[in-house]
């Protein structure tokens, strides 16, 4: 059935005109970066309420201690996995338009992706909250806490999202638009639990995409909109659509 499963999402995607990936926290825990949510995520080891933006200003110190330990001092040794090169080469070949992301650890971009929707922001990247400066986390100071503005000296914040924070506009946008013109979605490592970026795939499927989702077990998308579900993990599917679908188009 599985193999079957395989063959059906690759005929889907030698037809697509316009294919996009949506992905979600799964296809980063190959890369060994933890799940927000779950029993061994993040949220099971570290208060939430550090990443509120009302709890950030009024307790920055305190909520820098924990962001440079989550995603300084560990996330930064990830590194993407085959699920994300093959997603960037895909792309290069044409065969993917962009990816749609909940991640915020940069490694579609370090696998390859140039196109890349960020529904969260990006933790590789700082925007000063008084005079709005956007540096590389590479040039952000973590040895003294809360992290300044090399301008003005303002307090930085990671730029993505924060509870309490809207999404930004421009990824929100580009990724309906992505949606809309879809003929087929990938859906990878995502559960549909985190709203609104639940609502994209959805979108693509109300337009009359295919949906395609690889995950190891349901979703809230499996029995609402997927088409066809890949159980396993994001690199070794990815790998077997990968194969299937260029062995197809060299015969």
């Known amino acids: ?7 059906k999402s690759v005929e889907s995607l030698r037809h697509s005109k316009y294919t996009f990936a949506f992905t979600g926290a799964g296809i980063s825990v190959e890369s060994g970066v933890p799940p927000f949510r779950g029993k061994n995520g993040i949220w099971s080891k570290y208060d939430p309420q550090v990443l509120d933006l009302d709890y950030f200003y009024a307790h920055p110190l305190e909520s820098w201690k924990v962001i440079r330990e989550i995603f300084y001092d560990f996330f930064g ?6 699920a994300h090169t093959i997603l960037g080469e895909w792309e290069h070949k044409g065969f993917l338009k962009c990816v749609v992301t909940q991640n915020i650890d940069n490694l579609h971009q370090a696998g390859g992706s140039k196109n890349v929707y960020e529904f969260h922001g990006n ?6 909250t008084k005079c709005t400066h956007r540096f590389p986390a590479s040039q952000a100071n973590f040895e003294e806490l809360p992290v300044t503005c090399p301008k003005c000296g303002g307090l ?7 509870f309490g924070e809207a999404i930004p506009s421009d990824a929100y946008t580009a990724s309906l638009e992505a949606a809309r013109k879809a003929d087929v979605c990938i859906v990878i490592g995502s559960l549909g639990e985190v ?3 639940a609502m994209i795939p959805m979108e693509a499927k109300r337009g009359g995409a295919t949906i395609i989702e690889i995950n190891p077990e349901a979703s809230n998308f499996t029995s609402q909109i997927t088409d066809f579900h890949l159980k396993g993990g994001a690199s070794e599917t990815m790998k077997r659509l990968n194969e299937r ?6 015969s």
């Open 1 to 7: 059935m599985e193999d079957d499963l395989i063959e």
């Open 77 to 82: 040794t990830a590194k993407p996995n085959p």
């Open 123 to 128: 933790a590789q990247k700082m925007v000063c």
């Open 156 to 162: 930085v914040k990671p730029d993505f999202v924060f």
């Open 195 to 197: 709203m609104p970026a």
């Open 245 to 250: 679908l260029f062995q197809q188009n060299k």
